[in-house]
Every structure is written in structure tokens, then in C-alpha cells.
């Protein structure tokens, strides 16, 4: 009885441990997402997009907070973090209200940035907006902001980029 409780209980971890495991740079797995929009089903498929590095460009410090999952990071002025922070899907405002990670500093005037994955976007689009409304022209993210993979999250002072890490 114990060692198959035990048995269960590995193959669980195990499991577990398998659907959270980020994927290498450049690769692309995807999961469907489906959403009513006026009356019709449209179906996307989104690539996981995992920011494994933050850098901080800016001489303030920045608040960056996953709204999915709560997690919260502070960065130093010129500062940057290691670690894995999956950027949201978002396919409609409530989604980008309770789902995006907010990017917030005070410069000359406070700043908040939603920034999320377009899961409409036939190329994995990670997209930021200064509001909490999905808007499918939203600024896109500079650089290797598509196609999902490890990434690196640079904050400028009027935009974001991002570069493709190993």
C-alpha cells in the first residue's frame, strides 16, 4: 500500500514537473485557446513565451508583477533579475486586466505597462499597452518578441525589447 502511494505520488511530481518545464530558445509549444467572439468560436494557438532575464535600463526602480500567478519582482535602478516568468495569453480586456504582468516605475510621472501574449497573433506577438484593454494594434514588443522561447525583457524608458537566450 505505501510503496504504490509512493509510486502515485512520483509519477505525479514527475508529471508536474513535465508541463512546467519552460521551453528551449526558439521552439514553440503551443496550447489551443478557444474564446466566443460575437457569436462565432475562433481558435488559437499560443507558444509559451518565458522571460528568463530582466534588465533594467532605467535610472528608477521598476515593479514588475504576473497578475496570473502573483508573482512579484523588484529591480534595482540599471538593475537586472534571473529566474522564469511565462508572459500571459490575453485574447480580450479581461484578460489583459487579470492576466498581463504590469510593469510600473515613477520617473517624471507614474508609469504602468500591461504587457501580455496576443494569442490572436498568428506569430506568438508579445504586445504591452498603457491601459488594461486588449487592443489587437497595441505597440509589439522590439526585437525577438514572437514565436515564443526563452527570452530576455529589457525596460527602456518609452518601450520594451526582447532577445532570444539560451
Given at each position: 500500500m505505501t510503496r504504490h502511494f509512493l509510486a502515485i505520488c512520483a509519477t505525479a511530481l514527475v508529471a508536474g514537473a513535465a508541463l512546467t518545464i519552460a521551453p528551449p530558445a526558439g521552439t514553440a509549444t503551443g496550447s489551443a485557446h478557444r474564446?466566443?467572439?460575437?457569436?462565432?468560436?475562433?481558435?488559437a494557438r499560443a507558444a509559451v513565451t518565458d522571460i528568463r532575464e530582466i534588465?533594467?535600463?532605467?535610472?528608477?526602480?521598476?515593479?514588475?508583477?504576473?497578475?496570473?500567478?502573483?508573482?512579484?519582482?523588484?529591480?534595482?535602478?540599471?538593475?537586472?533579475?534571473?529566474?522564469?516568468?511565462?508572459?500571459?495569453?490575453a485574447g480580450n480586456d479581461s484578460e489583459v486586466q487579470n492576466k498581463s504582468i504590469r510593469i510600473f516605475y515613477t520617473d517624471n510621472a507614474d508609469r504602468l505597462f500591461y504587457l501580455f501574449q496576443d494569442y490572436w497573433?498568428?506569430?506568438?506577438?508579445?504586445?504591452?499597452?498603457?491601459?488594461?484593454?486588449?487592443?489587437?494594434?497595441?505597440?509589439?514588443?522590439?526585437?525577438?518578441?514572437?514565436?515564443?522561447?526563452?527570452?530576455?525583457?529589457?525596460?527602456?524608458?518609452?518601450?520594451?525589447?526582447?532577445?532570444n537566450v539560451g
Open positions: 474564446t466566443e467572439l460575437a457569436g462565432t468560436s475562433r481558435e534588465v533594467n535600463t532605467l535610472a528608477v526602480q521598476v515593479q514588475v508583477y504576473n497578475a496570473e500567478n502573483g508573482n512579484r519582482v523588484t529591480l534595482q535602478p540599471k538593475g537586472s533579475w534571473i529566474g522564469s516568468m511565462w508572459v500571459p495569453w497573433a498568428p506569430n506568438d506577438q508579445v504586445r504591452f499597452f498603457w491601459s488594461p484593454k486588449y487592443y489587437e494594434h497595441a505597440p509589439r514588443v522590439e526585437g525577438a518578441g514572437t514565436g515564443g522561447g526563452r527570452k530576455r525583457l529589457i525596460i527602456y524608458p518609452s518601450n520594451f525589447a526582447m532577445e
